[in-house]
């Protein structure tokens, strides 16, 4: 048995329509997965798709907003495609906004977005026929969750969230053979990134920059992560947080 060998396997990835979802997608297929992609974009992920290696990969346009059609959605994919023996959630949202500007929709739809949707996809693997034997499901949260930082409350608090919410699901689904984990990224060279950098000057953003020992990673060292939890090499755990920050959270 090769410990990260995905051959034959079928993942779900969201956000996969770009940045570390897109990224993890390609990966997963260059380790032998058969990968459904999904986001809301259907030709970013023919992009995403373009990019991937050899594989039954399939591209399936769902607004996760949409809570409570997940359940069904999930069902409706694994009597197409089988029964799913992954599942990475990417897909996400980050707003920089300082306290004192904050309102309570975007409050609100961060957590529907970040943490709402991971609680339904979650709902909708376990179901019956839904996932295989010894499936794995990999959220994303952020070294967000574990470091503060300003005006960034509202993300945080939806990144932490999903720390608590691997545990949880991850005791109440051994008995089901479901692993949960969790990865907790550092900054990476996303359009995510970009969008941050737009709001800081040339010297902060440096100074943020300073504050990676390795520098800033990429999509591929996250998404290598999500492979590993995905994978037999990992057999053996679940309810854990992986951080992959280039010693940022190590300070």
Known sequence: MLPFDLTSRTVLVTGS???????????????????ILTGRKPAELESTRAQMGDGDHHIEP???????????????????????????HAAGIRKTVALRGLSLPTLQETFRVNVDTAV?????????????KNASIVLISSV??????????AYAASKAALIGLTRSLAIELASERIRVNCLCPGIVNTGMT???RKTLSDEMFAS?????????????????????LLAEASRWMTGQTLVVDGGFSAQ
Request: aromatic residues 8%; charged residues 15%; glycine residues 12%.
């Open 144 to 153: 967000a969750a574990l470091s503060g930082s300003s005006a960034a409350c």
């Open 17 to 35: 329509s770009s940045g570390i979802g897109r990224e993890m997608a390609i990966v997963l297929s260059q380790l032998g997965a058969h990968v």
């Open 120 to 132: 339904m996809l979650a709902k909708g693997f376990r179901q019956k026929g839904c996932c295989a």
């Open 208 to 228: 943020l920059v300073a504050q990676y020992p390795l520098g800033i990673g990429t999509a591929w060292d996250v998404a290598c992560g999500a492979a590993y």
């Open 62 to 88: 769902f607004d996760l907003i949409d809570l409570e059609a997940i359940p069904d959605w999930v069902k409706r994919l694994t009597s197409r495609f089988g029964p799913l023996h992954g599942m990475v």
């Open 194 to 196: 970009d969008d941050i």
